[in-house]
């Protein structure tokens, strides 16, 4: 079954009904060919997901009339809030690839992060925003991620302790014994898991951080690319 972006405004919960069009209705009708009676899955973005039957296919105005079998709040969802801090990274492609990952993993925020080592202090947000839609859409969630606006480290574990996070910040440098592990996580605790840049965080960063409360732990005892680093550690921590 595909699923598609509907808008907010285009559901209709007292008809039992919702309308895709423009893009959406485009890619439907299209390349995928879909027509009056096949099931499709609509998500808000906001959290609900929405099971439904095409009614009517108009090639001619670019929608799709359908009726909607089941309400599907937090489908596709991780039971943990995971936040992940992740300091820029060089390559526009790797940037790229980790947003499509992290999407596809279950993670909750995005928070982008300046770095002593970071080399990229900027990011492309409309083409960072296609790729998490698109993201959404691959792997049928009722949420996409929040992309936070760039900021400092230090701000970003500012905001952690805020929000009552839990702080995991990754390091090659950490205990021997302080692997990161799912089975030291309660389910419905809120996370931040924090990755550097290439090459990592300073040793100043990881005082800081640790100085703030933050546990410092590792993947073992490879060293990894930032990206990879960031796929691992959420493959570990998201709840299914």
């Given at each position: 079954?595909?699923?598609?972006?509907v808008?907010?405004d285009?559901?209709?919960?007292?008809?039992?009904?919702?309308?895709?069009a423009g893009d959406?209705?485009?890619h439907?009708i299209?390349p995928?060919?879909?027509?009056?009676?096949d099931?499709?899955?609509?998500?808000?973005l906001?959290g609900?997901c929405?099971q439904?039957?095409?009614?009517?296919?108009?090639?001619g105005t670019?929608?799709?009339i359908c009726?909607i079998?089941e309400?599907?709040?937090?489908f596709?969802?991780s039971?943990r809030n995971?936040?992940?801090?992740q300091g820029?990274?060089a390559?526009?492609?790797?940037?790229e690839?980790l947003?499509?990952k992290?999407?596809e993993l279950g993670?909750t925020?995005?928070q982008?992060v300046?770095?002593e080592?970071?080399e990229?202090?900027?990011?492309?947000?409309?083409?960072?925003e296609?790729?998490l839609?698109?993201s959404?859409?691959?792997t049928?969630?009722a949420?996409?991620p929040e992309?936070?606006?760039?900021?400092?480290?230090?701000?970003?574990?500012s905001?952690?302790i805020?929000?009552?996070r839990r702080?995991?910040?990754?390091h090659?440098a950490?205990d021997?014994?302080s692997?990161l592990?799912?089975s030291t996580?309660?389910?419905?605790?809120?996370i931040?898991?924090?990755i550097?840049p290439?090459g990592?965080f300073?040793?100043s960063?990881v005082?800081?951080?640790?100085?703030s409360g933050a546990e410092?732990?590792?993947l073992g005892?490879?060293?990894?690319?930032?990206?990879t680093?960031?796929?691992?550690?959420?493959?570990?921590?998201?709840?299914?």
């Open positions: 079954m595909e699923c598609f972006i808008e907010k285009n559901i209709d919960l007292e008809k039992h009904e919702l309308v895709l959406e209705a485009h439907a299209r995928l060919r879909i027509k009056t009676g099931p499709l899955l609509a998500t808000d906001s609900v929405y439904c039957r095409v009614e009517r296919a108009d090639p670019l929608t799709l009726s079998k309400i599907l709040p937090n596709g969802e039971k995971i936040l992940l801090i820029m990274i390559q526009p492609s790797r940037w690839f947003l499509e992290g999407t993670v925020s995005i982008p300046t770095t080592r970071t990229r202090e900027s990011f492309n947000r409309e083409r960072s296609r790729i839609r698109a959404v859409k691959q049928k969630r949420r996409i992309l936070r606006e760039l900021s400092s480290f230090g701000m970003a574990l905001d952690a805020k929000d009552g702080i995991l910040l990754l090659e950490a021997k014994s692997t592990s799912r996580l309660t389910t419905d605790e809120a931040a898991v924090a550097g290439e990592g300073s040793d960063e005082e800081m951080a640790s100085k410092i732990v590792s005892p490879r060293r990894l690319r930032a990206e680093a960031a796929i691992a550690a959420l493959a570990i921590l998201i709840d299914q």
